[in-house]
């Protein structure tokens, strides 16, 4: 007797077959399909707080930095905020991306491609707010390391100055996994698209694609190696990204759970993000073949149990400030909860800790709306942590250098306009680029026959 196989969910829904998919989702990127009204409102809004964020950096450029509400204690404001919660937001592409790629996990096909378009877009949103903190952006350049008649060089021993080079590695690495990986797509699209310029654009985007073994076999090398580079780019850049913090003699900001704390609450807040324009693009497109329930439910299963160890992490925070008996780490805890920001510390408990319990009942885990609801509420959350701990620079040792903090309409404009970046780049890149890899979805075609619940299995047919 043949031994009991536990079925696994099907990677796609429906009776596709190679041509039903590129019918699916390749029309959506020639145009063939029309876009559905709910895109050009989304786009239509996004471009609108784009041009609000263009209006708050001229102004900013023009006026100086004393526009924000920053000020001494509080120097870094929502500038820091915004850029640690954007870089948490763009973890989650490439954590499907690269280590589920390498994990051979099969749920990874149909949401790895606008993932890593949200993780790219992410940190382009993220890599502002750097910039104009400066002061002078237009001398950014200084951060690198070059001969100049200056002789300035940056100060390595600066997490700071780790940064500059974790964030550009990881969006350099990031942006050429995501090409490498829309190359065989651009070449389908070079010979289905039913116009010349989108012909001639696509077989430029190619680079010559012909898909012969010699091509696939480049082609999988580079993307598994690629994949192999951005593996430990998930945990690093956010790792350093939590030593600016980590590294300062400063309450509640000097510990070592700090980086894997940063790294599993950006997992977790990137999966709300996954869920967020996962949700709305699988039934405005009606990709719900391909972008399935089962697809859906694994994001859910990650973004609990990712948000139970963020949790353990604001616990060990109170539990090691009051079992350390310091009357600054304690002092600074009690300020946190109860002094006059108290109110985000506990809007983050409800939005990270107690909304999230909803997911372990399966039946509102399926439920569209529920999740949809949720992965919102994360995201606030996770912006509540990330000023929590900035806001802290107000409460330190002396009480004489106490001060409050508040962010002015300047610094909620600039906060909303990259929304309108993030938005308006996303919704072009949905437009004109395949949202979903045509070409791995394809792979999984043949697996439809001969295998358990209508797949292949590693191990053979049952």
Known sequence: M??????????????????????????????VKPHPREWYIVFAAGFAMFGMFAVAVT???????????????????????????????????????????????????????????????AVMCAGVFPLLHMGRPWLAYWLFPFPNNFAM???????LAWDVFAVSTYFTVSVVFWYVGLIPDFAVLRDSSPT??????????????RGSAYHWRRYEKVYLILAGISTPLVFSVH???SFDFAVAIVP????????????IGAIFSGFAMVLVLAIPLRKWYHLEDFITDWHIDNCAKVMLATGMMVSYGYFSEVWMAWYSHSEYEWGTSKQRMFGPYGWSFWCLIFCNFIVPQVLWVKKWRMNSIILFTVSIVALIGMWFERYVIVITLTREYIPSTWGRYAPTVWDWATFIGTFGMFFTFFMLFVRYVPMISMTEIRELLPKKSGGRDGHASAEGPP
């Open 196 to 209: 010349k310029i989108q012909k001639w654009v696509y077989g430029m985007l190619s680079m010559g694609w």
């Open 2 to 31: 043949a031994p009991h196989v536990e079925a696994l969910p099907p990677s796609i829904g429906g009776n596709h077959t190679l041509g039903s998919v590129v019918d699916s989702i390749g029309d959506i990127a020639t145009c």
């Open 239 to 241: 790792s350093i990204v």
């Open 59 to 121: 102004y900013l450029l023009t006026m100086g930095t004393g526009i924000w509400g920053i000020n001494v204690p509080s120097a870094w404001g929502f500038a820091i905020i915004n850029f640690v919660w954007w870089i948490g937001i763009g973890h989650a592409g490439t954590l499907i991306s690269a280590i589920l790629l390498l994990l051979h996990q099969r749920w990874r096909t149909s949401i790895n491609r606008f993932a890593e378009a949200m993780t790219i877009f």
């Open 252 to 263: 509640l900001w000097h510990a070592t759970i700090f980086p894997p704390f940063f790294v």
């Open 153 to 159: 060089w940056p100060q390595f021993r600066s997490p």
